[in-house]
């Protein structure tokens, strides 16, 4: 069976300190991966998703970049947070697009001071 | 612009009544909705998938419509439980179709015993 992982759970982080957040995935080949951000009370906010290794597709300005070093690796970063990165991240998979259900991790608790 | 609209306020109901949320969209016409459930402090989980082309599916006590004309998905949980407090999130395609989901802020149900 498939399988997301991500880590850590809880990170409370300085403003303007770098952050990297990882995602893999097991059980599965060549997955679609997604990262969102999810504000306290709000719905999901797609940040990026990749078809491919080395292939990332952004959907919103920030100051966060993402990379797919490996099939099943799903990396979130930043060179320095800011106190508006602070938030719900999750990372998911799904099997292709359209209509295929998303699968998502446990998520991370982002806090920035 | 394409909206997705869900009631922000909660739902209180009593257990073994049947709940009732609310998914409305503009300014597009989805090809598809999918709906999720979020517990808090976790990742989403898919539930149910319904077409354009499908007024109505079930699974269990979960029943969904789509209704094209109303622009408006209706999500059903029959004879609720406590244990189906949580928020429940509507996800079409950003577009008419496509590899990508836009999520609804979502409904927070509370089944009270």
């Known amino acids: 069976s498939q399988t997301i992982h991500q880590w850590p759970a809880t990170l409370v982080q300085p403003v303007g300190s770098p952050l990297s957040l990882e995602c893999t995935v097991e059980?599965?080949?060549?997955?679609?991966l997604y990262w969102y951000r999810q504000a306290a009370g709000r719905g999901l906010q797609l940040l990026f998703y990749?078809?491919?290794?080395?292939?990332i597709s952004s959907e919103v300005p920030q100051n966060l970049s993402a990379s797919r070093p490996q099939d099943r690796q799903f990396i979130l970063s930043s060179k320095k947070l800011l106190l508006s990165d602070s938030g719900f991240y999750l990372c998911?998979?799904?099997?292709?697009?359209?209509?295929?259900?998303?699968?998502f991790g446990d998520g991370t608790r982002l806090s920035i001071l | 612009s394409q909206k997705i609209e869900q009631n922000s306020e909660a739902l209180n109901i009593q257990e073994g009544k049947t709940a009732t949320l609310t998914c409305n969209y503009t300014?597009?016409?989805?090809?598809?909705l999918q709906w999720y459930r979020q517990d808090p402090g976790r990742g989403p989980v898919f539930l149910l998938l319904?077409?354009?082309?499908?007024k109505e599916k079930r699974k269990e006590r979960l029943k969904v419509t789509f209704d094209t004309t109303l622009k408006q998905s209706l999500f059903h949980i029959t004879a609720s439980q406590p244990a189906d407090s949580a928020t429940y999130l509507c996800?079409?395609?950003?577009?008419?179709?496509?590899?990508?989901?836009?999520f609804g802020g979502g409904t927070r149900l509370m089944v009270k015993p």
């Open positions: 998911a998979w799904s099997r292709g697009g359209g209509e295929q259900p998303q699968h």
């Open positions: 059980g599965t080949s060549n997955p679609n």
């Open positions: 300014n597009y016409s989805p090809a598809y």
């Open positions: 990749s078809v491919g290794i080395g292939q």
């Open positions: 996800a079409p395609p950003p577009g008419n179709a496509g590899n990508m989901l836009t």
């Open positions: 319904i077409r354009e082309n499908e």
